[in-house]
């Protein structure tokens, strides 16, 4: 049974219930049961179960189920514009576009203000003992507003990013060229 049918089978199941109970009520006040005041708190609080299935069926969507995708965590969310998931170590490259398709299709707009959301996956490179760099697999753009996905190339990644697997010295001056603020030393 899917969660669309159990919430509605409920919200139904909770509104009859309720109703019951009111039926109840008012003959208890009546006949002036002692245990009429109980009837009420348990009335209310039936009533205002279904109102709340109700409203939890109505604002429901299930998540965006595609074919071939592979689950990989997100690590990182902004809550606006990038969303960055972990791919395992055997993760196959043919799976990270429809991966990617699933987790774009599974953001939701709140608190992203309508924004071009880039989603990327990504798998940790390990250089040598201690180092490792993040390497993205694939990354598309979201967006939120008209509910499209634009895939991006990522071929220009691997051209721009730093390559920490040379000496410590290149490695300094690799981070000292990227430095623009003369008043931050870096290795103090």
Not at 31 to 44: E, S
Not at 53 to 74: K, L, N, R
Not at 160 to 171: A, V, W
Request: glycine share 8%; proline share 3%.
């Amino acid at each position: 049974m899917s969660t669309s049918q159990l919430l509605q089978q409920a919200t139904e199941l909770l509104a009859w219930s309720g109703l019951g109970l009111a039926a109840i009520t008012i003959i208890s006040f009546l006949i002036g049961w002692n245990f009429k005041f109980r009837l009420v708190g348990a009335t209310v609080f039936t009533l205002l179960l279904s109102g709340s299935c109700w409203a939890f069926s109505e604002s429901y969507t299930p998540p965006t189920v595609v074919e071939g995708a592979i689950y990989t965590p997100i690590v990182y969310d902004n809550g606006y514009d990038l969303v960055v998931a972990q791919a395992s170590e055997d993760f196959p490259n043919e799976s990270t576009q429809v991966s990617l398709e699933q987790i774009a299709g599974n953001l939701k707009g709140g608190g992203r203000n309508g924004a071009n959301v880039h989603v990327r996956i990504r798998k940790i490179e390990s250089l040598e003992p201690g180092i490792s760099k993040p390497v993205i697999l694939g990354e598309v753009i979201r967006d939120i507003r008209n509910q499209t996905t634009v895939t991006v190339d990522t071929s220009t990644y691997s051209k721009n990013s730093l390559d920490f697997s040379k000496s410590d010295s290149t490695r300094e001056n690799l981070l000292l060229e990227n430095n623009n603020d003369d008043d931050i030393n870096v290795f103090e």
